[in-house]
């Protein structure tokens, strides 16, 4: 067996699209980032533990991050899994001229930009799935609120809103949509996101702000 269909199909993480705040994200992350130099350069020299490890330590942030911005749990489990191919065959192609966590976001946006962008050509709706009962429903209807404010009554009440904002995104452009949910959702800082998507900062800000005001526009029509 090669060392490349070993990680063919990674295990998925449990509970991995349960909701954490944007701001604990980026904290969380940063504290996993303290020992990536060690074991990149580990896996650069064959260890396969080393990457096993860095998988995961990335892994549910990686999977929580294709299935929000595909809006399809399975379409985010596929660019998951090739998200991490791609890394464990480019990894000897590694510098160190940026953080682990940006790199691997940087293919996984990637990835999820092809795919709405195949989407978005058809005319389809992004933000729906199919239950397995073939009736259709919004994908992020499963990320779970686990925020200790978290209320059925709060929820509730909040479910025609969120579905609206779901739609509006849907209707953004793909690159507007990303950078809006990496700053938003994700609680990633503009520079950031600028470098995931190897752009300028100046870029993101442009891009964020036409994205955010065509998200007010469309949620004015439905007040």
């Not at 991995?16 to 990149?40: C, E, G, K, M």
């Not at 790199?103 to 933000?127: A, E, Q």
């Not at 100046?202 to 005001?213: D, Y």
């Amino acid at each position: 067996m090669s060392e490349t269909s070993k990680i063919r199909r990674l295990p998925m993480p449990t509970n991995p699209v349960a909701f954490v705040p944007a701001n604990r994200t980026a904290v969380a992350v940063t504290q996993q980032r303290v020992d990536d130099s060690a074991l990149i350069r580990e896996a650069q020299q064959g260890n396969t533990s080393a990457f096993e490890e860095l998988v995961r330590q990335y892994d549910r942030a990686v999977l929580r991050l294709a299935i929000h911005l595909t809006g399809s749990p399975e379409d985010g489990q596929d660019i998951y899994q090739e998200a991490f191919l791609r890394a464990y065959i480019n990894l000897a192609r590694f510098r160190f001229e940026c953080s682990f966590y940006t790199w691997i976001y940087r293919i996984v946006t990637n990835l999820c930009l092809d795919h709405l962008r195949k989407k978005h050509s058809r005319g389809r709706d992004l933000t729906t799935t199919l239950s397995p009962d073939g009736e259709e429903e919004q994908a992020l209807d499963h990320v779970a609120d686990r925020t200790p404010a978290a209320s059925p009554e709060r929820n509730l009440a909040s479910l025609e809103l969120r579905q609206t904002i779901i739609g509006a995104l849907g209707r953004l452009s793909p690159r507007e949509r990303m950078v809006f949910e990496l700053k938003h959702y994700h609680g990633l800082r503009l520079r950031t996101v600028a470098c995931i998507l190897n752009t300028t900062e100046g870029t993101i800000k442009n891009t964020l702000f036409r994205a955010t005001h065509k998200l007010r526009m469309q949620l004015a029509e439905v007040r």
